[in-house]
């Protein structure tokens, strides 16, 4: 019946399966996505419909296509309209055709083996034929084929007579010269090649979906389980970075409450040693200047947790000026004379004539050199040689210089480099020095003491400047600690560490 106020399909009356050869339907995947793929999502609709429309221009046989919901994807009809119309104007033939609308876009023969389909005939004489698309077991929608006029009828269907409101069966019969006729066999072999087609469209858009979906599923689950570690890592890293900010205000708390105890030690063994609280024997001087030195040791280290303790809670602040390298070198030097001459180290300053003024924190730039002193005081054997030098470099930096199109550039850098005579630093272990607390021995029976803490302020302290600092060894030759601090970009310096 036609959809302009009726429907377009007779009512069914006998139904039997035939078999049709040629199926291309084989063996077919599993489905992984464990759910009923709709024809809607599986074919190309508009596509499909000019497959459909070129068979009906063929052959002059409707075509409908039905999803498994009774959904109606594609409808293409020819020569039934006035067939179907005049039927559809008898108030019986109306009941009649809407209960075949109904039970056409319930149908399902999920009993029907591949390459068979369902026959239908009519009351009115016309004929269809109703065929499942079918993918893996499962029937993903049908399609409905006819009307047709079967060659061996030459009338139309007995009640048809028995309509009343003066429906003319001889009326309905003239509508029929508009109507395909054929016989059983050639409509058989339309509809097994329209089944060739259809089920080959049908493979291939599965296969297609099925590619996406894997696809799509993998990279799901790809990103399911990166969330879940990212979720995971970030749980680690805020318990950590809590447990990091609970270990440097403890150190810093620790360190500031010991500052003051230990500073009137120091204080008290100078003024015992002074004699400001009598003469005291030569075996209790030795004892108050051991007092007196691991006191200033202790300080030392208790100076280096508060400063690691501000560099990490982002609270040094750089205090900038102009800056002289060689009074600095000197200054920085004199800090550690008393323990190089105890082991008869020579130190020497070598300074490139007219340098330029560095703008720069000047306590931590002496701080940085003090401590490159002290390690190279304390790993150089007795008789050894000790230099700080300053000179202008300029070539590109080693670690964070960004590469460009032509290479890294170079930049004009100030570089004070602290050379000592020592034991040298293994290979392996040079790009670990800087880590805090690390020591290149850390056994427990270790000859050289101290807190791992000096050359990571250092590396802070450099980087704060915008700078660098690497280190070059040999073991049983010496090592050599150079500082980068660039002389352009003074001016863009941050003011905290």
């Known amino acids: 019946m036609s959809s302009h106020g009726h429907p377009s399909l007779p009512v069914m009356e006998e139904t039997q399966s035939i078999d049709l050869t040629g199926d291309l339907t084989g063996d077919l995947p599993p489905s992984v996505l464990e759910r009923r793929i709709s024809l809607a999502e599986l074919l190309d609709i508009n596509a499909f419909r000019e497959v459909c429309a070129s068979f009906v221009d063929l052959y002059k046989i409707g075509i409908k296509l039905f999803d498994v919901d009774g959904t109606k994807l594609v409808d293409i009809r020819v020569g039934n309209g006035d067939w179907c119309g005049y039927i559809f104007q008898n108030s019986v033939g109306r009941q009649r055709c809407t209960t075949l609308v109904t039970r056409i876009k319930q149908f399902e023969y999920p009993g029907l083996a591949d390459g068979e389909v369902v026959e239908q005939r009519c009351f009115s004489g016309l004929k269809y034929i109703l065929m499942p698309i079918n993918y893996g077991g499962d029937q993903l929608g049908r399609v409905v084929y006819g009307p047709f006029l079967p060659a061996d009828v030459e009338a139309p269907g007995e009640e048809v007579f028995a309509f009343p409101d003066g429906f003319e069966p001889t009326r309905l019969w003239a509508y029929g010269d508009k109507i395909r006729r054929a016989p059983d ?57 809590e447990l990091d900010r609970l270990k440097s205000n403890f150190l810093a708390m620790i360190s500031h409450e010991l500052r003051t105890p230990l500073t009137s030690v120091i204080g008290y063994s100078e003024m015992l040693l002074e004699g400001m609280a009598g003469d005291i024997t030569d075996e209790q001087r030795d004892y108050v200047g051991t007092i007196k030195d691991k006191g200033e040791s202790l300080l030392d280290l208790i100076g280096s947790l508060l400063d690691m303790s501000k560099i990490e809670a982002g609270a040094m602040n ?58 190279a005081v304390k790993f150089t054997p007795q008789a050894g040689r000790i230099t700080v030098a300053a000179d202008v470099f300029v070539g590109p930096r080693r670690y964070s210089g960004e590469e460009g199109r032509f290479g890294t550039p170079d930049e004009r850098f100030m570089r004070i480099q602290v050379r000592d005579s020592g034991i040298g630093i293994p290979a392996d272990k040079l790009e670990k020095v800087f880590s805090s607390f690390y020591q290149v021995d850390n056994s427990v029976t270790r000859e050289y003491g101290g807190t791992g803490l000096g050359l990571a302020i250092v590396k802070r302290f450099v980087e704060a400047h915008r700078g660098e600092v690497w280190v070059e060894s040999q073991e049983g030759r010496g090592t050599t600690f150079s500082l980068l601090f660039p002389l352009e970009l003074q001016a863009a310096l941050p003011l905290t560490v």
Not at 215 to 232: C, R
Not at 322 to 350: C, F, G, H, M, N
Request: hydrophobic letters at 40%; one cysteine or more.
């Open 185 to 241: 066999e050639m409509i058989m072999k339309i509809l097994t090649n329209f089944r060739g087609v259809v089920d080959t469209i049908t493979f291939i858009a599965m296969k297609a979906l099925m590619t996406q979906q894997l696809h799509l599923e993998s990279i799901t689950a790809s990103y399911n389980d990166l969330s879940a570690s990212n979720q995971k890592l970030r749980e680690s890293l805020e318990r950590l970075t």
């Open 318 to 375: 750089l205090n900038l000026s102009d800056i002289q390298a060689r009074p600095l070198l000197e200054a920085a030097q004199s800090y550690v004379v008393p323990q190089a001459s105890k082991k008869s180290i020579t130190l020497e300053i070598e300074t490139a004539p007219d340098l330029p003024t560095l703008r720069a924190d000047r306590d931590k730039l002496r701080q940085c050199v003090i401590n490159l002193l002290g390690n």
